[in-house]
Each structure stands twice: as C-alpha cells, then as structure tokens.
C-alpha cells in the first residue's frame, strides 16, 4: 500500500473536503497505515511467482488468477494483522460501545484458525463471507460480524497484495488490460471505484477500475455496466451531487447496480482508489435515491 501517493492525493483535496470526508479519511489512514506497516513485516522471499506458461493460461481463462494458484495465507500473521486494525480503530473512536466492547471480546487467532484461511488466499470475498459466518454463529451481532469482516478484508489485502502487484507486472499491464472483466482479474473481488481519464492504452477518455481488495485495477469498457455487462446505452446512466462534476454514479437498469467513479479531468485531487473510495461515500446516497442529484447520459 503506497502511503506516500495516498498522503498526496489527501493533501491535494486540501480545504475543499467538508469535515465528515475529513473526519472519514483520518479514519482510514490510520487503518491503511497498519495494512503498510503489515506488509513491511512479511517475508520478502515468500511472494510467489508464477512461471510464464502459468501466467498465459491464467490470463486464457475467465478465472481470477489466485482461484487457480491462490496465494499463500500466514493464519498467525493474518490474525495478528486483524487484531491491529480492530485495536487502531478502535483507538481513533467512533463506535457505539457496546461495538466496541465486541469487537474487543473476540479472539482473532481462534477465529482464523477455525476457519478455511486458505480461501482468503483464493478467494476473498468468500472468505469474508465465511469469516462473519463463524462470527454469527458464535453469537456475535450480524453488525459487529460484518464490521469485523471490512476489517478482515485489509488485513487479507496485507498478505496477498504484493502476490498481485508480481502478477500484473509479470502479465504486463497489457494483458491485464485486455480481460475487460466485472471482477478483479487477480482475486475475483467485484469493483467499487472506477476512474474515468488518466493514464490508460484509449485516447485519455477511457476507464479504469479498481479492486480494494488486491490494489489490482485494470482497463474497461467506456460504456458497459461493470456489474452485468450490459452496453446498452439507453439502459446506462450516471449521476452527481449538484456542484461536483468530478465525482459521478454510474447506473444500470438491466440489473440495478451502480458505479461510484471519478473523472479526473474534473478532479481537484491526484488520483487514489483508496481516497477515492471513502471521499465517494456519500454517492451511496444517491444511488439509493437519484433524486438527490442531477442526472446526465454517459
């Protein structure tokens, strides 16, 4: 997790955040802080690598990679990790208490070591699915479990986001382009955040979107639905909070979902799908209610 870019793309938004983003992007430094602080104590040696022949079939395939050569999961890291975050966060404050008094009750290690953490290593998303399951059945609130599992999928991203780093640079960026998937190509997590503009093989005006869960991103179609599919344009629409054309929702009405993205040309900020992320909170909002914003075709 590249701290450094992150703090840049913080520090360009400067007084034009109103104090909730402010308050939500403390939050979450703090949290990617020790994702960074994580993985600077993982063993270099033991990324893994695949070979040439394994890349090319990988990349064949519709599977996310690591489905087929999944990363390797260090439970006692893995749990070590997590109880790290719950800690920081609960440092920084912000839950109810008896959250809070919960989340502090578990143990990180039992549960992780009762689980099938290979899956984290394969497919994460299941995992987190998995991972608040053995919470609920413990008899923590479905709340508390699912809170527990945001945790959990940054301390997942600790171990397995060099894995991903090493495949797209071994692919080439290219070939990672050329998937156009509605999944992450590495992992299979879905997509929250695409950027539209910046650096990509179009002409300046193409998309991009990112997996949080990996760090991968990778290009995409212009107009498509990154959920369904779809490239019916009648069927595609995007809103935005009056004043803020930089950040917009990308609607489907084949199947409902939406996009948060960004245009950076439009942007006051360099760039980051983390920042991103928690600055476009707020258009969950609006995805819910569309009459919140005023709307446009793509």
Request: hydrophobic letters at 40%; glycine letters at 8%.
């Amino acid at each position: 997790m590249d701290l450094t870019f992150i703090d840049f793309a913080i520090e360009g938004y400067g007084a034009s955040l109103d104090e909730g983003d402010k308050a939500r992007l403390a939050f979450f430094r703090e949290l990617w802080g020790v994702v960074a602080q994580c993985q600077d104590e993982l063993p270099k040696d033991e990324l893994q690598v695949l070979t040439s022949d394994q890349l090319e079939a990988a990349f064949s395939s519709t599977k996310p990679v690591l489905s087929e050569h999944p990363a390797s999961i260090d439970p006692e890291l893995l749990a070590c990790t997590q109880g790290r975050l719950v800690a920081r966060a609960l440092e920084v404050g912000g839950f109810a208490p008896e959250m809070g008094e919960a989340l502090e009750k578990i143990d990180w290690a039992d549960v992780v070591r009762s689980s099938d953490y290979s899956l984290a290593g394969a497919d994460p998303a299941r995992y987190l699915e998995v991972f608040a399951g053995i919470l609920v059945g413990r008899g923590v609130a479905e709340a508390v479990a699912y809170l527990a599992a945001s945790f959990m999928s940054l301390a997942i991203r600790a171990q397995i986001e060099g894995v991903a780093a090493d495949v797209v640079r071994l692919a080439g960026a290219e070939r990672v382009a050329q998937l156009h998937a509605t999944h992450c190509p590495v992992c299979g997590a879905k997509p929250t955040v695409a950027r539209v503009g910046g650096e990509s093989s179009s002409d300046g005006r193409g998309k991009t979107l990112g997996c949080l869960q990996c760090g991968t991103s990778w290009e995409f179609e212009r107009i498509r639905c990154a959920h369904c599919g779809t490239q019916n344009p009648k069927r595609l629409h995007y809103f935005n909070i009056e004043g803020d054309d930089s950040h917009r929702i990308n609607t489907c009405d084949e199947c409902g979902g939406y996009m948060r993205t960004t245009f950076v040309e439009d942007a006051l900020a360099p760039f980051s799908f983390e920042v991103e992320d928690v600055v476009m909170a707020k258009l969950d909002a609006v995805a819910a209610d569309p009459s919140l914003a005023k709307g446009a075709q793509d």
